[in-house]
């Protein structure tokens, strides 16, 4: 099955509820960053909740999200946008932490910090948000976030299960928001609903899928809207690898001209590998002093 995420209203248009199935994508993650058990539970978690909240704005909205905290994963940052694509990276990919039970012991992985979402409308400055992390289990940190940062009372659901082989068997979940106009009634009943409900773990080993979890949650009393397909993308290039490497400038680009010959840089989103020889190093020398003569008659 290919992961997907399923939208809906709930409770005459008072509440949304995205359900999403990301098994796929946090397993590609977890091959292309060599992630252990915990690393794979936090960024995998992190993932899911990035790539259902890319999918709650409109337009060519990109967001990234980033966990900087003080635990042994070292932080870990996203990126997504409207069309269920999400890319990420970890701190420190091998960390294996677990409970005498085998649930693995991801708020102590995170540890204490902050989550920042930056917003990039591209048509004006970017915009960050930032809450303080809870527990560090990643779904209570978002939907304090929410709450908090901006004023949507949310609830957030993720389960990400791992196989003894270390392969993701499964992952997803769920955010949940009140919209205006919701009733005290229906708020309590939504509380009591969650409370009574299988963990999202739970359900992920049961195989539920993104339409069954919303059935959970909301008895039936919910309107299905559009579906869309997820996928791990990374939007990297050899033309943005050129513009970070002009930022260097002359000075430097001519020094590893000399001392190597050839540059060669990896995307740590998704580990391509980009090189650059001799006579593209030189090309990038003639653009880099092009960019100081503009630079200095801009100035002058
Ligand atoms: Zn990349």
Known sequence: MNDYLKKAYAFDGTVRIYA???TNLVEEAREIHDLWPTSTSALGRL???SVIMGAMYKGEQQLTIRVESDGPIKGMITTTNPHGEVRGQIGNPHIFLDYNDKTLKVGQAVG?????VTKDLKVRDMFTSTAQIQTGEIAEDFAYYFTKSEQIPSAVGLGIQVDEDNSVNAAGGFILQIMPGCTEETIKLIEQRLNEIP???E???DKKTPEEMINLITQGNHKFLEEMPLNYKCNCSKEKFESSLLTLGVRELEELLEEDGRIE??????NTNYQFNKEEIKNLIELAKD???TDKKETS
């Not at 204490?112 to 920042?116: A, E, F, K, L, P």
């Open 199 to 201: 963990k999202v773990s």
């Open 112 to 116: 204490n910090g902050s989550i920042h």
């Open 47 to 49: 993932l899911t909740v």
């Open 291 to 293: 960019n100081t003569t």
């Open 265 to 270: 840089t990896t995307c740590h989103f998704c």
């Open 20 to 22: 999403a199935n990301t």
């Open 203 to 205: 359900m992920l080993k």
